[in-house]
């Protein structure tokens, strides 16, 4: 992707009436330009993986629906499910996926137009389309890209809700809109998120009215009715529901530490670590996210100690005290980690980063120095992104060899004989299961939904299949009379009864 390099002019104004500067780069190209990316990379070589095939068998007539364990909310399936109405290709979906979330991208960084100008928004956009992780999650039938882009919304509104005047109404129901699909999208990133917000009610004046506070206790409400109701119905109550979520995650705060060391390792991959004994990425690799710490660090202090325009404090503050929020439990309270659970982060981080970069190039005097400097700063842009795009090419390949094992084994599982009704249990039946169109079933781990003599009771009435690893010597006590067949292609061997 290109972009035109940070171009000095002068910082808009707090209540967003500055006009964008000439020439910039558009958020619109951006977003074709990550639309392109996907089409060309993630939809062409993936296929449906693990989490996915949960969220997508909820809404799917054809496949029983898989177990759908506390931590997560129905948000990502409430999106899909007028999609799988209509068809249930894998490549379908994901293209459809990849248009609308470059369209989401294009809509939830243009709310900041108003607030940095357009060449600025158009670089944060870049900044953050131009992650592997990011173009890799935008087909996906994941929540986490969703809950960024929502979040990164939900501020640019807020932030625009200071100002009186007529659009100050449209800008408390973007607030509310926007906090209600995060809450509908994963309901603990959204409470972590208003935090903040709430916070800026009670300490900033021009925040300071019971509209605003509406607004965003109004966004939470609209969008956690389900999950609430979820718990009561499924789990016994909130808490319930919250100590379940807990267990499922490995018991959350029991290893301060474990997350931040985990994030670094999987940084560029895999997609989830768990556990999480791999060695970190090279420096080169890893470099931009050891420095966006101190860029944020940095882009706070230049607005809190800028004289010119000391409403940009709030514009760029506050989407860095957002972005630590969503950020926190992810490295503090988990012992693993997944790149995209840090997105939400990420892209509340890259409007503060692109108003450093545009700060380093207003700085420089005119003329050579000026040039000489933009020339630089768009060098490291792009090397960035070549590093961006080799991990890409490298966790594409990752995500392909996998799924490409749970179609195999899946048409396996039919020459076996089986047909639904079925059944498929083992830790790695959900994926293989849905690809079979059979239910699923866990005895142990974090998806557990059965007992053994729920299997074997089963078992007795429908085709089932135990989907064991062949390294694995613990197979079940009620499989060891099983007919073990390995499944070509795979690492995994299938007992039949």
């Given amino acids: 992707m290109a972009t035109t390099g940070p171009r000095a002019g002068p910082a808009p104004a707090a209540t967003g009436t500055a006009p964008p500067p000439r020439r910039a780069a558009t958020p619109a190209a951006v977003a074709v330009a990550y639309a392109v990316l996907q089409l060309c990379y993630a939809v062409v070589h993936m296929d449906l993986g693990w989490d996915e095939t949960v969220y997508l068998s909820q809404v799917d007539p054809r496949t029983p629906a898989a177990f759908f364990s506390a931590p997560r909310s129905r948000g990502i399936t409430f999106l899909v499910a007028p999609l799988v109405a209509v068809t249930s290709s894998p490549a379908a979906l994901h293209v459809a996926l990849a248009l609308l979330s470059s369209a989401a991208l294009y809509a939830a960084f243009r709310t900041w137009e108003p607030l940095l100008g357009r060449g600025r928004v158009a670089l944060a956009a870049l900044l953050f389309a131009g992650l592997w992780i990011t173009v890799l999650s935008g087909p996906e039938i994941m929540p986490n890209l969703w809950v960024a882009l929502a979040s990164v919304a939900a501020v640019g509104w807020f932030l625009r809700a200071r100002a009186a005047g007529p659009g100050r109404r449209a800008a408390l129901l ?20 208003a935090l903040p917000l709430l916070a800026a009610c009670a300490a900033v004046r021009q925040w300071r009215r019971p509209t605003t506070v509406a607004a965003v206790l109004g966004g939470l409400a609209l969008g956690g009715a389900p999950w609430v109701a979820e718990a009561y119905v499924r789990f016994g109550g909130i808490g319930r529901r919250l100590a379940v979520s807990s267990g499922t995650e490995g018991g959350m705060g029991e290893n301060p ?12 991959g895999p997609q989830l670590c768990r556990p999480c004994h791999i060695a970190g990425p090279s420096v080169t690799h890893s470099l931009w996210w050891l420095l966006l710490p101190a860029l944020a660090a940095a882009a706070c202090a230049l607005a809190l100690t800028g004289r010119r325009c000391p409403g940009q404090a709030a514009v760029t503050c506050l989407p860095v005290a957002c972005a630590l929020a969503l950020a926190a439990p992810y490295l503090l309270l988990l012992d693993y980690s997944a790149p995209r659970f840090l997105l939400p982060a990420y892209a509340l981080l890259a409007p503060p980063v692109a108003g450093v970069a545009f700060r380093a190039a207003g700085a420089a005097r005119a003329g050579r120095t000026r040039t000489a400097v933009t020339a630089l700063l768009c060098a490291v842009l792009a090397a960035h992104l070549a590093v961006q795009t080799e991990e890409l090419r490298v966790n594409t390949a990752d995500a392909r060899d996998t799924t490409v094992r749970y179609r195999r084994a899946a048409r396996e599982l039919h020459r076996l004989g089986l047909a639904a009704p079925c059944l498929v249990t ?12 059979c239910a699923s079933a866990q005895t142990a781990g974090n998806n557990r939904s059965h007992t053994a003599a729920d299997i074997v009771r089963k078992a007795s009435r429908i085709p089932t299949a135990l989907l064991f690893d062949t390294n694995d010597p613990y197979l079940p006590s009620y499989a060891r009379e099983w007919h073990p067949h390995r499944l070509p292609g795979t690492d995994w061997i299938a007992y039949l009864p």
Avoid at 257 to 268: C, I, M, P, Q, W
């Fill in 174 to 193: 973007g607030v509310t809109g926007a906090l209600a699909a995060t809450m509908l999208l994963r309901a603990p990133d959204a409470a972590w998120l």
């Fill in 426 to 437: 083992g830790p790695r039946a959900q994926p293989v299961a849905y690809e079979a169109g």
């Fill in 257 to 268: 530490g474990a997350g931040l060391r985990a994030a670094y390792r999987s940084l560029n």
